[in-house]
């Protein structure tokens, strides 16, 4: 438990930066949902590429059919190298009225990676058609199986994640904005502009936070275009959101004022702009990115919320939200489950984040690591 | 590839053909397709009531049988056999007035959904030139407080509340524009300006609440009783007005008494903010095939429930007994589970719609250009032509819909084959050269189409996803719009709201289910063909629908081919000439064939109907919809609970 | 004492006021609101006549006065216990909200309890065992409530509740039950019903109890006298009982506050998902038909709800730690 002991001599030396990573690193937890984390970013940000279809395509052949195995071993048990698919065979049972698809063994589509598929338009910026895994034309895959209209609910999940996830960040980035601005504001000049922030910020906390997004939400006016209404969600989350962090902003700066640094630079006559966003703001630049990290998943699950209640984003944009409101269905649990796959990636997301948020503020907090 | 699409077709044309669209008619007693007979005509004359009711005779409470029967009550003949007493009966309260507890209309129809058939009005005779009706009342039927049925309760309507202004404050025709007369205790007579045949149609088909207790409402009602009196009271009891008040006790909208007595099954005891709470009406006058006094069940419980999701689990795992109206088709598999697990049945009854969806552009919205655009008729033709109507009926149906345009049922005696097939065929080339051919093409090269001037061309679709599968329905329609280019959005309401912008001409395009398409309610509301009605079914063409109503003082004058299409039909419900009445119904049918003043998907669906393992006597086969009211030509009150 | 609570109270009353005027600023906004449709739809219909209905109705809402003179007639209502009446139902809003507001309150305080009865234990494992396994495992425990969205869970578990247990579905009672008075019998099948959504509800504010929990014990485990106490010999089940975990359990106290804004937000879903005769369902319902008023009612309710959650949670907080008071 000797502290001094057990410093080598590379960490005394080390960046406050680097100890802190040394010391998020000891959340072993929070190092893998780091990784989880910023692969499904890269995959959301170039989702054209990694969805094999977009997201609205049909297959009329493939109405609530359930996950293609992806087999390397055929039905008469040869192995084939490049791993493939069985096409369904549908036959809608005229007792139950259920579709049941099986596997035909006479088409098998083998997988083709980095290969030629659907035309998309990467980020409405150039047409291309390559993608990191693809089948012939004429032939189908559905990795999750497809919804009610035959869409593809792989493509789906990817695509939902690029609006759900981006929403998160904007959101933060956004929220960032106004906890700074106004925590800092209130903390650092006091006196009555911090009691009006006060003020506010209870105001805004004590109005039921759901409630209060439901009617603000119903605000939106209908004819806004989905880029509008996505926007729009946005500001009125981050909207509530931004009082937590401006609360602890506020706190911060108020402890600090009085610290010896900041006395000293404002005796050596920095401005009060070079004070705040010098010395001020990175003493707790660990502790604002936590808070920020920690505001992502409830703006991801305040977005699901918000389209199963009918509104938030709507169809045709494609959110985690609007696809588990199309799965939030008594029939799909009881038959087709598959439909709830984009559930398991936004409880994936949400714990990720959580973990990366309690990691960095144990690695942020001088007393962690004791034990 | 190709085997694949074979299996795929075959399945198709082999499912399309099984819909059951038209049901034979001896699925059901033959006495249900006759005018009811009386216990004198089958010489019952010996009596039983339910056990629950003889205990209350006992005690005093209740007068005797015979003194709360009519003296020749009418016989029903159950569906399957004599049923037993006793039970409660659970249902969602959304089939409450539509299953178990039906209404009696003055006239009722027959199981086959074609033709009028005596209730309470037992006999009635048009003068030869069908301006004046009169109609006899069966005798000794009693309201459920054990007041006499009189001609009074007839009349009441009529003169009180639609000729009240302030319970109505714009009289709409035929009711502004006759004379109802009571001539005894035992008849009335309505005078018409203008012949009017098909009104006993109306009289049968009337929804609840339409025969007054009017001894009861006369205390709520200004014109008998202290007007300051009654606001006073109205006020206290939390209404805004009095009428608010009288039609909360009237139409049962009130969780406690006062509550306005019935003729029907059952009545309203109370509410809460979950159930309904419905008991036996122990003065109802039908009787089975033995002479018991009819409903066999003794209560109705009805679940308020707004998530669909709890009614499709609730159904599906046997816990109601009886669920129609929230049903879903897509769910039948759902149900067809339950089967199995809890021992529920699911019979597939037959939508009574001309097409479970009809689109309505609307043609009198406040928009210059939106309206340019509707009117132009290779803009409606392109909308039909780009829904892909054989994969709606796969997808949705099951395969065993109907792909059709919105038209009468193919029963129906103004039915033409050509009707149903009008651009109802998928031709998304053809869509995209009518579009072309307008001039709304893309001008900004983002895939989707422009107004000719350039501006983009976004169409909200407002409308309530109830009674069929409206928003699947409509999701795959709009994705078919976009295919040919064009880019429309959804947008689903609630009830109050749609009630309220449908009528305000607030919605650029809506959309209802095309019932209305039985030889009952074609003739005298052919709503998706004729601008004749305001309400939350349309936002259609609503101010027309205002300058033929205020002849021609207020609204907007139509083009000469609507003024066309009404006169048309001005006519038709005038004549008493059947040829002539069926001649002018094809040529208003025809006009939309050519025009597609409404655009229609896929009609005649199967409807689920989960019944439990212990309600018997629902006919396995029956017609689903608001034509012939739901279930109540089925009988409900034979329907029994297994003991 | 006295003077504390007088003090908080006198600061409620801004609070409120201005919180009234956000929620009436969120009714006005929303184009083609019910009244404004309505009275459309009544001028369409129209024509002598309804003059005097459209009328009574502008006059109801006080259409026809000055936007400031509209907030302080509702305002006024508000505060006389006359929350309007509501377009959709045909009924005055009060008698709608007081016969839900019951099970809202049920509801949250079973579910309040649940959070606490899952996360203390965890959150004292979780610090004492810092980084072991166990504190892995139960921290995802805790976060899987907070992560599935809560309609989900609430739809799966109805599921789950009917096929194992035979629960009937959605509702708070067997619907044989709802109507008899009370007695043990259906306050068993309240608890029957009472598990789905307070599980659904209690694990969603765990994560956040567990954190902060854990944080503060961390913190309280380290300071001198624990080492000392440990040098000593103390077992170490007593150890952390004795003085760490009831120093770091007081800011619970606190909790209550903000714990219930966020109980009465997962109530309206879960409600709405089981059918469950609260508030939240008739508020989104209110807010679908865009019955602004009543959803505006139910806003001003609910967080009036919540600042006296949040004064009652301070009042115990000043209690437990005298400093307070004189802050």
Known sequence: MSEAAAIPAELAEASSARLTWLRFKRHRLALWAAGFLLVSYIVVGLCEFFAPYDPNWRNPRAIFAPPQEIHFFDHEGNFHLRPFVYGYELNINPETWVREYTEDPSRRYPLKF???????????????????????????????????????????????????????LIGVVLTLFLGILFGGLAGYLGGWVDSLVQRAIEVIQSIPTLPLWMAMSAALPPHWSPIGIYFGLTVILSFIMWTGLAREVRGRFLAMRKEDFVVAARLLGASQMRIIFKHMLPSFTSHIITIATLAIPGMILAETALSFLGIGLRPPVVSWGVLLQQAQNYQVIVLTPWLLIPGLFVILVVIAFNLVGDGMRDAADPYGGRH | MTRLILIFHLIVTSTAYVSASEIPTDSWPVSWSEPAKTASELNLTVFRQAPSLKARVESGELPPLAKRLPNDPVVLEPFDRIGQYGGTARVF?????????????????????????????????????????????????KWSDGSDLTADDFVFLHQHMMLNKEITPVPYPPWRDMKSIKLDDYSFRFEFEKPSPLFINTLGQLSDFFII??????????????????????????????????????????????????????????????????????????????????????AVRADIIESAEVMAAKAATGQVDFAGFPTRTQDFPLYKLGEKSAGITTLQWSRMTGSDIVIMPNFTIEDDRLRKLYWDSRFRKALSLAINRDEMNNIIYFGRGVPRQVTVNPSSVYFEPEFARAYADYHPERARELLTDMGVVDLDGDGLRNYPDGDELVLTVEFLDSEGPKAISMELVIAYWREVGLDMRLKLVDPALQQSRATGNLMQMTVWHADRTSDILFPIEPFWFVPMHLGWEEAHWNLWVTWFRSDGEEGEQPPDEIIQLREWWDEMILTPNPARRIELGKNILRSNAENLWSIGTVGLGPQPIVVSKRLKNVPTQGYWGWDNRFAMTYHPATWYLEQ | MANYIIRRLLTMIPTLLVISLVVFILIQLPPGDIITSTLESMRQQGMEASDEQIEALKAQYNLDKSMPMQYLHWLFNFVQGDMGYSIKYQQPVNTLIWERMGYTVIIAIASLLFTWALSIPIGIYSAVRQYGWGDYFFTIVGLLGLATPNFLLALVLMYFGYTWF??????????????????????????????????????????????????NLLDELSKPYVTTARAKGVRPIKLVFKYPVRVAISPFISTIGW?????????????????????????????????MYLAGSFLMLLSILTVVGMLLSDILLAIVDPRIRYE
Do not use: C
């Open chain 3, 166 to 215: 035979g629960v009937s579905v959605g509702g708070l009672f067997s619907p044989e039950l709802a109507e008899a008075p009370w007695s043990w019998e259906k306050f068993v099948d309240l608890l029957a019903h009472l598990w789905i959504p307070m599980i659904v509800i209690g694990t969603a504010g765990t994560a956040s109890i567990i954190r902060i929990l854990r944080a």
């Open chain 2, 213 to 298: 207790p009017s001894r009861f409402m006369r205390q709520f009602h200004a014109d008998f009783t202290d007007r300051e009196k009654l606001i006073e009271r109205a006020r206290e009891a939390g209404y805004i007005s009095w009428m608010a008040y009288f039609n909360s006790i009237l139409r049962w909208q009130r969780n406690d008494p006062p509550l306005a007595p019935t003729i029907s099954a059952y009545q309203l005891t109370h509410k809460t903010p979950t159930t309904e709470y419905y008991v036996r009406n122990p003065y109802y006058w039908k009787v089975d095939t033995e002479g018991n006094q009819l409903p066999y069940i003794d």
């Open chain 1, 114 to 168: 980095f290969s030629v598929g659907q035309e998309y338009e990467f980020w409405n910026l150039f047409n291309a058609n390559l993608h990191l895994v693809t089948v012939e034309d004429g032939q189908y895959m559905h990795l999750f199986g497809t919804d009610a209209l035959g869409r593809d609910i792989f493509s789906r999940v990817i695509y939902g994640g690029r609006v759900s996830m981006s929403l998160g």
């Open chain 2, 93 to 141: 309260h959304s089939d409450s007035l539509w299953s178990i507890n039906s209404t009696e209309p003055f006239m009722t129809i027959d199981a086959a959904a074609g033709q009028i058939l005596p209730n309470v009005v037992k006999r009635w005779e048009y003068s030869d030139d069908s301006k004046v009706l009169t109609m006899y009342l069966r005798r000794g039927v």
């Open chain 3, 259 to 291: 714990l219930l804004p966020s109980l009465i937000s997962a109530d309206a879903i879960v409600s709405i998902v089981l059918n469950l005769p609260t508030t939240g369902p008739l508020m989104l319902q209110a807010l679908l038909s865009q019955d």
